[in-house]
């Protein structure tokens, strides 16, 4: 079951292996890892089912869709966050990567420190929003 002040986190990551690592980090962290994805499709699909307070999003991808092109998308229609953790750092990519509006651009490797204070930043960010809508909601009612 999950806690109720656990930030839940969806990861979509090509390469198992560091996906396996981030999210037996992040659980040690406190954070509740939903999942694992591999492909942007799948991810988009999943949220369907499994909602998460944010997405730790790769943006080189295998299939039709980027992490980029995907951010988007899920910005658009679900409305939840990502931070992009990348190899590719190049300005073209970041600049591209700008569009989707996200949280954090964190460069592989990355250290977990950087990592969980980027989270946290978020984090704050979100609730914040969060707070502010309940808020807006409570005077229109």
């Known amino acids: 079951m999950n806690s109720p002040d656990k930030h839940k ?40 089912v499994n909602r998460p307070d944010l997405i730790l999003m790769d943006i080189n991808l295998a299939g039709s869709l980027d992490g980029i092109d995907a951010a988007i998308h899920i910005q658009e229609n679900f409305g939840i966050s990502v931070i992009f953790l990348t190899s590719n750092t190049e300005n073209a990519t970041f600049q591209r990567a700008m569009e989707a509006k ?15 204070r980027n989270l946290k930043i978020a984090f704050t960010h979100i609730v914040s929003i969060q707070n502010e809508q309940e808020e807006i909601k409570d005077h229109i009612t």
């Open 102 to 116: 996200p949280y954090a651009f964190v460069s592989k490797p990355f250290l977990i420190d950087e990592l969980d």
């Open 9 to 48: 986190i969806l990861i979509v990551e090509d390469e198992m292996i560091i996906a396996a690592d981030l999210s037996t980090e992040l659980v040690i962290l406190g954070y509740d890892v939903i999942g694992i994805q591999t492909r942007a499709e799948d991810a988009i699909h999943s949220l369907k």
